[in-house]
């Protein structure tokens, strides 16, 4: 049973207890801190990529993995009517409190109703969990659209992460797809239970749009491999 640290490491900044960050490794990657100001940021010390996101949001919006709910509440400044949804119960909590005014504890995959803009920032194909997944979250993402309606989603290419001094690759052939990560969280000397993270290079997103019928277009670069990119 998950154990749900995030909620919990944002409820305690939220309510000013705030002593330590939340540290995250993967399997090819060493424990690295994941401070919890970050979480709680404003539009103006967003990743530029997150607010050309945000502008580009139109119409009624779904913020898919709302967190803290930084997101929503700046789309909401700007008249939006948008829906939070997370499947963490503190971070659900934590966006109420902040005032996000429609937010609900939900599996995307089990949305039903349909948007203008599905919103999903911080590495947004993480939620697919594996490569043979994609397909399922496409569709069902697909599903939930109006008609024009787009999918802002961004990523990474993390090849960089398997090269050596020299720039050559060391990407085992026959092991799963490069992005597929195991991903570790721990806060306040608990352990959460691992998950499955997905980090999809933009040609792989881009095939599997085409396989479900959505067209693909990157919009921008990030500054450390990492794109945004436009479904619709």
């Known amino acids: 049973m998950e154990r749900d640290l995030l909620g919990k490491a944002l409820l305690d900044y939220y309510n000013g207890n705030y002593t330590e960050n939340i540290m995250t490794s993967t399997n090819i990657s060493d424990e690295d801190e994941l401070p919890l100001p970050y ?24 913020d898919v993995g709302c967190g803290s709910g930084s997101h929503s509440l700046y789309l909401q400044e700007k008249g939006i009517d948008v829906k ?11 966006a109420k409190k902040r005032g996000v005014k429609q937010v609900e504890r939900l599996n995307i995959l089990d949305e039903t109703e349909q948007f203008d803009t599905i919103l999903l920032l911080m590495n947004g194909t993480g939620i697919f969990q594996e490569i043979e997944q994609v397909g399922k ?37 026959n092991a ?3 992005g597929e990560l195991d991903y570790y969280l ?23 749009c085409t396989s479900v ?9 990030g500054k450390h491999f990492d794109y945004l990119a436009k479904l619709y």
């Open 213 to 221: 019928g959505l067209k693909c277009k990157k919009i921008m670069d």
């Open 84 to 94: 939070a949804i997370d499947i963490s119960k503190g971070a659900i909590e934590v």
């Open 39 to 62: 979480l709680f940021r404003s539009f103006k010390n967003m990743p530029k990529l997150e607010q050309k996101a945000l502008q580009l949001c139109h119409g009624k919006t779904l």
């Open 186 to 208: 721990s806060y306040k000397g608990e352990d959460e239970i691992p998950m499955k993270w997905l980090y999809l290079d933009f040609d792989t997103l881009h095939l599997a």
């Open 137 to 173: 979250y496409l569709t069902c993402l697909k599903s939930l659209l109006k008609k024009g309606g787009q999918i802002l989603i961004d990523s990474s290419d993390i090849q960089y992460m398997y090269q050596d001094d020299d720039g050559g690759l060391w990407i085992d052939t």
């Open 176 to 178: 799963a797809y490069y």
